[in-house]
């Protein structure tokens, strides 16, 4: 069975570029715009492996979805990816706090990402 991969970004050209570095490793990919998109698609999916996700979005941001998601007692074990052009350290730590599991910065290489999804999920 392949694993599921959440990718939660306003920006279609980010989404685009991580689907396709995780579709060509075998992984199934959702995707959704913004933390509200993110919420309602995971109610129609049985089982998400890792969720990837930007902070800054419209409607609700990476920080706010970090946080619903470890309230539902479902996700309070998915890793959580944040990856993000905010690379303040302040930004980095509220984001270990509210709950993800690792911390990008954009721009980054395919390679690194894969090296951190593939960490979560041996």
């Not at 470890?70 to 730590?93: F, V, Y």
């Amino acid at each position: 069975m392949t694993q599921t991969i959440l990718v939660v970004d306003d920006s279609p050209t980010i989404v685009k570029f991580v689907s396709l570095s995780l579709k060509t490793r075998g992984y199934t990919v959702v995707t959704a715009c913004d933390g509200m998109d993110a919420i309602e698609k995971m109610q129609g999916i049985d089982d998400v492996s890792l969720v990837i996700t930007d902070l800054n979005m419209p409607n609700l941001d990476g920080y706010g979805l970090i946080h619903t998601l470890r309230q539902n007692e479902k996700h309070q074990e998915t890793p959580i990816i944040i990856l993000s052009s905010e690379e303040d350290e302040a930004d980095m730590e509220r984001g270990m706090q509210v709950g993800a599991s690792s911390y990008l910065v954009k721009p980054f290489k395919s390679s690194l990402l894969l090296e951190e999804v593939t960490k979560f999920l041996k």
